[in-house]
């Protein structure tokens, strides 16, 4: 079935970095757009990351720029944010998330993730 | 950027009730909203997608209309397993594609 699974989630501490992973399975990764989602303890939903199909345009929310960079192998069916000078207000559960339609970007998401949760402190 | 606004934050209902949900836009969205149900400790489960058209495995109860700047989703009867956060979110004028802050429905 269509699944996407997030690892590398962890506790950081401010200044550090981490890399998560969002591994894709059950329909062809290479055709849709990704983006990252965070929800910090307690708050709503904040997207903080986008990937074109192809990799070849990339959107980072102003709260990330110059920190964070979103990537993927379209060969190994995943998704990557590297998470760079971290800071308390990064602690969130990261989620990523597919676009409904193949090639196609002006669209909801309709499969997520479990959730990875990401800790500065 | 636009900003999605819902109201109530909190609605406190009983089960077989009638509930519905509002989100409004800072400028007009057309048709390009989505309703989102999370659950504790779960990810977020597409509802609602083109204002109106339920996602595979939505409940039939559950219904979306509106387009511009006002949209509501409507559960005609609540269920035990629908009390849950709501969310809306807009997909017309991206980056980025901004969510309401959430409607919390809570058993009465």
């Known amino acids: 079935q269509v699944q996407l699974v997030e690892s590398g989630g962890g506790v950081v501490q401010p200044g550090g970095s981490l890399r998560l992973s969002c591994a894709a399975s059950?329909?062809?990764?290479?055709?849709?757009?990704m983006h990252w989602v965070r929800q910090a303890p307690g708050k709503g939903l904040e997207c903080v990351a986008f990937?074109?199909?192809?990799?070849?345009?990339?959107y980072h929310g102003d709260s990330v720029k110059g920190r964070f960079t979103i990537s993927r192998d379209n060969a190994k069916n995943i998704l990557y944010l590297q998470m760079n000078s971290l800071r308390a207000e990064d602690t969130a559960v990261y989620y990523c998330?597919?676009?409904?339609?193949?090639?196609?970007?002006?669209?909801?998401?309709?499969?997520w993730g479990q959730g990875a949760m990401v800790t500065v402190s | 950027e636009i900003v999605m606004t819902q109201s109530p934050a909190t609605l406190s209902v009983s089960p077989g009730e009638r509930v519905t949900l509002s989100c409004r836009a800072s400028q007009s969205i057309n048709r390009n909203l989505a309703w989102y149900q999370q659950k504790p400790g779960q990810a977020p489960r597409l509802l609602i997608y083109?204002?109106?058209t339920r996602a595979t495995g939505s409940p039939g109860r559950f219904s979306g209309s509106g387009s511009g700047t006002e949209f509501s989703l409507t559960i005609s009867s609540l269920q035990s397993e629908d009390f849950a956060v709501y969310y809306c979110q807009q997909y017309n004028n991206w980056p980025p594609k901004t969510f309401g802050q959430g409607t919390k429905v809570e058993i009465k």
């Open positions: 998330a597919k676009s409904f339609n193949p090639f196609f970007d002006y669209d909801a998401f309709d499969i």
């Open positions: 059950g329909f062809t990764f290479s055709n849709f757009g």
């Open positions: 083109g204002a109106s």
């Open positions: 990937i074109r199909y192809d990799g070849k345009n990339t």
